[in-house]
């Protein structure tokens, strides 16, 4: 593996898909749009492409073949084709598990094997197409600005990012589930006659400044990235604490604050992974203790 290969494997494992025919294996990775505007009022659409560019020139010497791109108003996509013999094809279908789409995708161990560098620039491509930083991100005060990772039903590859990211000694601050008693606590939407409210995406949510070292490849998500994490540093500097002392701790370091949650009726959805199915958490730190991700 190299950096060009783990960045593009971590934008496959975040919002791609592989199709298989009987000759070629076609790649396609999705860059959502998110919002139509960045944080400066600017197009996304005018970034995104502008970043493509970049990203080809970096990629396609690694794949030997040009990659098609197609910019729509909601995404934007990259793809190429190589015959299913290919040695690329042959080690992303390794590496990715041979999972075909980014809900079924495991990471191969050989990818938590790979350098600091490596690993990096995986998470970089994976949150360039599923991560994003937004002024309305922060936590209580508003200069707490934090990073969301979105990982859509898959359980088993939001604890491999947690975990890449703890190789990297970088804390997550915290997991929204996608599980009844995190996203439907009190039963209101239960109650209301939305009993599946609560089957959305996994959000990892990490400080900005601890995001640095990752950073995006899209460049009006690094811009955002920079600034929010200025604002967090100065923040806490005006409350009078360092930063790093206060952001930089994993969740089995601190004092778990949470309260009894009332039992919801779906906790034993066939949706939830078999080995925490049927039991009830009232902090989403205990899930992800038991899902792997812990001390």
């Not at 030997?64 to 015959?83: C, D, H, R, Y």
Request: with cysteine; charged share 25%.
């Amino acid at each position: 593996m190299n950096t060009e290969m783990a960045y593009l494997l971590g934008m496959i494992c975040g919002n791609g898909e592989i199709k298989r025919s009987n000759i070629n294996t076609t790649v396609s990775v999705d860059i959502p749009h998110k919002k139509l505007e960045t944080e400066n009022f600017n197009d996304v659409k005018v970034y995104v492409k502008a970043s493509v560019t970049d990203i080809r020139a970096i990629l396609e010497p690694l794949i030997g073949a040009e990659m098609q791109f197609i910019q729509q108003k909601s995404s934007s996509v990259l793809s190429f084709t190589k015959p299913n013999a290919d040695y690329l094809v042959r080690q992303i279908l390794r590496y990715t598990g041979n999972g075909t789409t980014h809900e079924t995708i495991r990471l191969d161990s050989a990818v938590f094997s790979a350098t600091a560098n490596e690993r990096r620039a995986f998470l970089r491509g994976f949150a360039d197409v599923t991560g994003y930083i937004r002024r309305s991100n922060y936590f209580f005060q508003k200069y707490k600005h934090r990073v969301y990772i979105e990982v859509p039903h898959n359980w088993g590859l939001a604890i491999d990012v947690c975990n890449m990211l703890k190789s990297l000694d970088i804390p997550v601050q915290t997991i929204d589930w996608a599980h009844p008693n995190m996203r439907d606590g009190d039963l209101t939407k239960y109650n209301s006659g939305s009993p599946d409210f609560w089957k959305k995406e996994h959000q990892i949510k990490i400080w900005a400044n601890e995001f640095e070292p990752i950073g995006f490849g899209i460049i009006h998500k690094r811009e955002s990235l920079a600034s929010f994490a200025n604002e967090l540093r100065n923040g806490f500097k005006i409350h009078g604490y360092i930063a790093f002392d206060a952001t930089h701790k994993f969740y089995w370091e601190l004092r778990d604050i949470h309260k009894n949650r009332p039992h919801h009726p779906s906790e034993s959805d066939e949706s939830i992974p078999a080995s925490i199915r049927g039991k009830h958490y009232n902090s989403w730190r205990e899930i992800a203790n038991d899902l792997g991700y812990g001390e």
